[in-house]
T-cell receptor, first 115, second 109 residues
Framework: NAGVMQNPRHLVRRRGQEARLRCSPM?????VYWYRQLPEEGLKFMVY????????ESGMPKERFSAEFPKEGPSILRIQQVVRGDSAAYFC?????????????FGPGTRLLVL | QKEVEQNSGPLSVPEGAIASLNCTYS??????FFWYRQYSGKSPELIMF??SNGDKEDGRFTAQLNKASQYVSLLIRDSQPSDSATYLC?????????WGAGTKLIIKP
């Protein structure tokens, strides 16, 4: 039973380029969450998605950031025109659809470095 | 605003002793409570979850929940150097988790 998968594990971009981060949830999971973590800081919630729906994007910056979770394929976190301040670890987590289950399981993360 | 509070530490504990990590939360309606461990440079991994008042034990780990006091704790018995990590408390609310900032635990050999 594969866990949450994220790719790439490391991503280097120059200022102004686009970054695309992918997340495949655990099998059977339909809820996906994206978090950002700066070095030596805590997890910051960004967005919560279900298939084809954004449920809560209250943690997403208003500009340059977008997320999707299509009917088929992985969830994508997209950062346009990256700046140095976007350098961070981006974690994806997934949870099952059961109303009684809120446990989130994390992927290994994508480390984004903006030069 | 729903909040989860943890002492950032670092908490330093001698090897073999009991490490006690604490967490308070603001939403009295919360029903599920989680402890995650995060090693430096790694992703958070689930240690335990607890839903009911009282204690829940799993090996060297015991989670304690007191809903009246809005308090949840994690005890680690016979602490090992490999337990050195940041411990994150999370509280469930409407399919989401509200996260504490984490407590850094250092086990001294």
């Amino acid at each position: 039973n594969a866990g949450v998968m994220q790719n790439p594990r490391h991503l280097v971009r120059r200022r102004g380029q686009e970054a695309r981060l992918r997340c495949s949830p655990m099998k059977g999971h339909s809820h996906v969450y994206w978090y950002r973590q700066l070095p030596e800081e805590g997890l910051k919630f960004m967005v919560y998605l279900q298939k084809e729906n954004i449920i809560d994007e209250s943690g997403m910056p208003k500009e340059r950031f977008s997320a999707e979770f299509p009917k088929e394929g992985p969830s994508i976190l997209r950062i346009q025109q990256v700046v140095r301040g976007d350098s961070a670890a981006y974690f994806c987590a997934s949870s099952p659809p059961s109303s009684e289950e809120e446990t989130q399981y994390f992927g290994p993360g994508t480390r984004l470095l903006v030069l | 605003q729903k909040e989860v509070e943890q002492n950032s530490g670092p908490l330093s504990v001698p090897e073999g002793a009991i490490a006690s990590l604490n967490c308070t939360y603001s939403d009295r309606g919360s029903q599920s409570f989680f402890w995650y461990r995060q090693y430096s440079g790694k992703s958070p991994e689930l240690i335990m979850f607890i839903y009911s008042n009282g204690d829940k034990e799993d090996g060297r780990f015991t989670a304690q929940l007191n809903k009246a006091s809005q308090y949840v704790s994690l005890l680690i018995r016979d602490s090992q150097p490999s337990d050195s990590a940041t411990y994150l408390c999370a509280v469930g609310s409407n399919y989401q988790l509200i996260w504490g900032a984490g407590t850094k635990l250092i086990i001294k050999p």
